[in-house]
């Protein structure tokens, strides 16, 4: 069974910092891409950032470019996402995802793209 426990959310004031975490379990983790989306309250779910499984290739949503950095350490199967400068809009329900295609070079900013996904962790940013 293919689990992902995604951790390192909480409540952090504007212009501050968070590094989320996604740890994964039940599938080669060094085979497949990962990804991060989020889910702002009455809003849909929508992309963050994407790595591909070598972490050789990232993906970002234009609204987080140059703030958030996504990453990989597999040899503890987790994926990294480091939140800098963060802003009110960030305020979202933040969930990790694994793809579907194993050894693909391709970064997925579609939701449709993965196959499994975590819980997800409350970010908020107070103003």
């Known amino acids: 069974q293919v689990q992902l426990v995604e951790s390192g959310g909480g409540l952090v004031q504007s212009g501050g910092s968070l590094r989320l975490s996604c740890v994964v379990s039940?599938?080669?983790?060094?085979?497949?891409?990962m990804g991060w989306f989020r889910q702002p309250p009455g809003k849909e779910r929508e992309f963050v950032a994407a790595?591909?499984?070598?972490?050789?290739?990232?993906n970002y949503a234009d609204s987080v470019k140059g703030r958030f950095t996504i990453s990989r350490d597999n040899a503890k199967n987790t994926v990294y996402l480091q939140m800098d400068s963060l802003k009110p809009e960030d305020t979202a329900v933040y969930y990790c995802?694994?793809?579907?295609?194993?050894?693909?070079?391709?970064?997925?900013?579609?939701?449709?793209?993965?196959?499994?996904w975590g819980q997800g962790t409350q970010v908020t940013v107070s103003s």
């Open positions: 039940g599938r080669a983790f060094t085979t497949i891409g």
């Open positions: 995802a694994s793809a579907r295609t194993s050894y693909s070079y391709r970064t997925y900013r579609s939701a449709n793209d993965y196959a499994y």
């Open positions: 790595i591909t499984y070598t972490g050789s290739s990232t």
